[in-house]
């Protein structure tokens, strides 16, 4: 349950506005919860005494296929009436603002959950919260769905991996001959981002999760050395390749390690979760891939180590080969645990591939057997060891072991409107 307690300004209008802040924010934890409840309270100063007794209700987004309830309080019906258009506008607007996967031809989903082909297709793109292991690894029932024979991603050794960042398979050069390719990952343009006019605020359009190029989380490529997707655990899949502040523009390039040995039929995954700027949720999916220009005696590559936070603690980072982070999916399967931490900039953990993690840009040299700094300790299972409870402080239906209620404040800022917020389940 979302409440909110306090909002800075009050009027009809602005009652709209705090109303579609808490949306714009929001909506995504819905879409992938599939059933989850906000009740939305404005407290102004002449409505405090009704704060128990919310009067409206409106169940706007069961034509899109999920469950949200909206729970709100409005003095004339004509408030009401104005709320609902508005969040009809905005609701077609959020699905434009899709958010980003990685696409190539050798991608499992290539046509969602078809075999057919779907030209429009965005399985991939859509955001892993909550999830038990099975939905999460490789993106859940992607799996089921492999590209076609002969379509691999080319690893070369030493040299360089392409992929194109979308949140649509129609904004990429695999659909529609690339007419609706452009530089950045929707197709559209966004030179204000780079210019100078841009305000630094979260960038939603297209949903990079981050306030410009620097403040991008990193995404990774992994491999494991093994052909069947259904066969690759935990520690099977090892970080080759960290991409600095992305996602970003729609063509990513990876450096692959000069070390990583031959493969003609491997299965690789990509990875990357966002440091902050909306809901903490992950992204992950699988393609087949293959290494090519490998020397003969190259070394083999190491178990996947889970990665741990050690911000402003090097020494304590994992050291060699190093797994893909899972984090705010359900807790048996969380990788990391956050709670109660606080990164150097006073926002809370983020556990994204870069330094806080014990991950440094680029080809990762250090994933062989001969150099990796500790033996693995994952299980042989397919799921790693639990770490505790939901390591998610943002997330909105998560609880501990103990069953105790995990209750969050927050503030929202948008459109010149501050809101303080209690997250609780």
């Not at 529609?176 to 305000?199: C, I, L, R, V």
């Not at 190029?213 to 995404?219: I, L, Y």
């Not at 003609?264 to 909306?278: F, M, Q, R, T």
Request: aromatic share 10%; net charge negative.
């Amino acid at each position: 349950m979302l409440k909110i307690t306090r909002v800075s300004s009050s009027g009809t209008g602005d009652r709209v506005a705090v109303m579609l802040a808490a949306l714009h924010g929001y909506k995504t934890a819905c879409r992938q919860m599939r059933t989850c409840r906000f009740i939305f309270v404005p407290r102004f100063s002449q409505r405090a005494s009704v704060l128990s007794r919310p009067s409206s209700t409106c169940a706007f987004c069961d034509a899109v296929g999920f469950n949200f309830f909206f729970y709100s309080l409005f003095d004339r019906t004509s408030d009401f009436s104005m709320f609902k258009s508005t969040v009809a506008v905005v609701t077609l607007i959020g699905a434009a603002s899709a958010h980003i996967g990685a696409y190539h031809k050798s991608m499992f989903c290539l046509n969602g959950y078809s075999n057919d082909d779907q030209p429009n297709s965005n399985e991939v793109s859509n955001p892993l919260l909550n999830k038990t292991w099975d939905e999460f690894w490789f993106h859940g029932d992607c799996k089921s769905y492999p590209p076609a024979a002969g379509d691999f991603l080319e690893l070369t050794a030493g040299g360089k991996a392409t992929v194109e960042h979308a949140g649509n398979r129609g904004q990429t050069t695999l659909s529609f001959e690339g007419q609706f390719a452009g530089e950045w990952p929707d197709g559209k343009d966004h030179s204000n981002y780079e210019d100078g006019s841009w305000d630094n605020s979260c960038i939603f359009d297209p949903n990079l999760h981050a306030e410009n190029q620097t403040r991008a989380a990193n995404t990774v490529l992994a491999i494991a050395y093994k052909s069947d997707i259904h066969d690759v655990k935990y520690e099977d899949l090892v970080i080759i390749s960290v991409l600095e502040h992305t996602p970003w523009k729609r063509m990513a390039e990876y450096d692959i390690p000069a070390d990583l040995p031959a493969c003609d039929d491997c299965v690789c995954a990509y990875s990357w979760i966002p440091n902050h700027c909306g809901i903490p949720n992950m992204y992950m999916n699988g393609m087949k891939c293959k290494v090519t220009g490998a020397r003969s005696d190259a070394p083999k590559v190491a178990q996947a180590q889970k990665a741990k936070w050690c911000e402003g603690k090097q020494d304590d980072c994992v050291k060699g080969a190093k797994g893909i982070t899972i984090y705010n999916q359900q807790p048996d399967i969380n990788t990391v645990d956050l709670q109660g931490i606080y990164q150097a900039d006073g926002q809370e953990a983020s556990p994204g591939y870069n330094e806080k993690m014990g991950f440094a840009p680029g080809a990762q040299n250090d994933i062989f057997e001969a150099s990796s700094g500790s033996p693995s300790t994952s299980t042989s299972t397919s799921a790693p060891e639990p770490t505790g409870e939901c390591s998610g402080t943002n997330t909105l239906s998560t609880r501990s072991h103990s069953g105790h209620r995990r209750h969050q404040r927050r503030l929202l800022s948008f459109a010149g409107f501050t809101l303080s917020m209690d997250a609780a389940e």
